[in-house]
């Protein structure tokens, strides 16, 4: 039975017991705190579920996501369940290249507070975002804002009636409303101000591969990493430098790849990260699979 590691790209919401699951394990939650707090100047040992500091600001949410993910992974695969195929969603393409051996630890901690400066250079002065609606199609929100010639797009697919949207905040906030008038069944804006997955970000591209060549050394994969954005299987230095450097302003399809790991025959998806919204995502897939999420995990290692 083939398994995909998947991973979150920030934590949204948390069980409550994520500290306690990875404890129990072993110590690697805490040592990789303690690394953190190295690699990023930021004190991520004194991290607790309920600490404003690590919820609110959005630098340390991605951090913190990513320190989940890696701890998870690293616990799973020394205790004999190894990945078939990786999968990031968004953010979590670090979590991935981390669980791929693609990176270091503290090489995915310096690409994340990079990718996050240099979005926030590119957007400086901007209210910008990202939303979310649910029970339109791509093609009545595209048609919305094409309609209306609003500043905004679709960020991610996650189900053929389940997208994010991303751009300036006004005319996110408008298209939110119409969607919603519409006929939308749930429409939200996130906690997040960075327009990830938007053109605005183009910018990016040639910055954070100038930093990536200079800073990082990525190195061959040893498990088949799926893009996130058209979906190729990935394994090559060269595959992730590209993947890299577009996943900041380049739409995703999660939909897209998920049917093409349940194409490749995978039947388990180990949800490597705090939370459950990956698993919550699946909800609208079809087929004869499995998602765990953390608190589920211990039925996989007994």
Known sequence: MKVAFIFPAFVSEYIGNEV???????????????????????DFESFH????????????????????????????IAKGIKPDILAGYSMGLYAALYTGS???FDEGIRLIIQAFNISQSAIQGMDSGMGSIIGLTKEEINGIILKHKLEAEIANTSSAHSHL???????????????????????????????????????????????????????????????SIDQRLMESPEDFQKELTENLSGSINWMASFEIMLQLGVKQFIECGAGNSLKKISRFQSGDFKVYPMNKVEKLLK
Do not use: W
Request: proline letters at 3%; aromatic letters at 6%.
């Open 20 to 42: 306690q699951i990875l404890n129990a394990l072993s110590n690697k939650f805490q040592e990789n705190l303690k690394k953190a707090s190295v690699a990023s100047g930021v």
């Open 49 to 76: 579920l309920e600490d404003s500091a690590f919820k609110e600001d959005e630098l340390r949410v991605q951090i913190i996501s990513y320190i989940f993910s890696c701890s998870l992974s690293d616990e799973l």
């Open 102 to 104: 693609v990176i270091e």
């Open 165 to 227: 949207v991303t751009g300036r905040s006004e005319p996110l906030n408008r298209l939110l409303e119409l969607a919603r008038t519409t006929g939308a069944l749930h429409v939200s804006m996130l906690n997040v101000n960075t327009p990830y997955h938007a053109s605005m970000l183009k910018s990016t591209s040639g910055p954070f591969n100038e930093f990536i060549t200079a800073h990082i050394r990525l190195r061959k994969s040893k498990y088949p990493i799926i893009s």
